[in-house]
């Protein structure tokens, strides 16, 4: 489970960023088998998440319909991420202040965002699911979410 949340998370936002990365600092390599496996998990992530939470089948019926609406904003957060990214990656020969300041905060600003998305979704999620199966979206998502983070401080190296 632990391979398959780790891959899962890399989904998010290597597959934006990667050719953009790897023109500027030649960081990012991920092999056809690596790609494939994403690939196969990204379709797989509302039955991961189906499964960690053991819903019932009224809370899945609940659920479903929210989840997929999370996942559409989250989709997009994760093109804005991969927007930081690539700008970053276009600036990284060549980073001036300015450029780093507006990366900072475009950088920062989709993280409060995400984390305002999530508290949004719980409370949705609060008004048709008990407030224990909740708070389990919510370390999920927040441990996919660490996974991201961590495989993403591996590939991106620090600014110049």
Known sequence: MKKILITLAAVA???????????????????????????QIQGDKRAIVLSTLQLTDAEVQAFTPIFDKYQADMKELAKRYGDVLNKFASNYDSMTDDAAEEILKESFKVREDRNDLMKDY?????????ATKVLRWVQIENKMTSLIDWQMAQIIPLAR
């Open 122 to 130: 719980a409370k949705r999620m609060a008004k048709k699911l008990p």
């Open 13 to 39: 936002t290597l597959g934006a960023t990667q050719g953009a990365l790897a023109q500027s600092s030649g960081q990012i390599s991920m092999s056809d088998q690596e790609q494939l496996l994403i690939a």
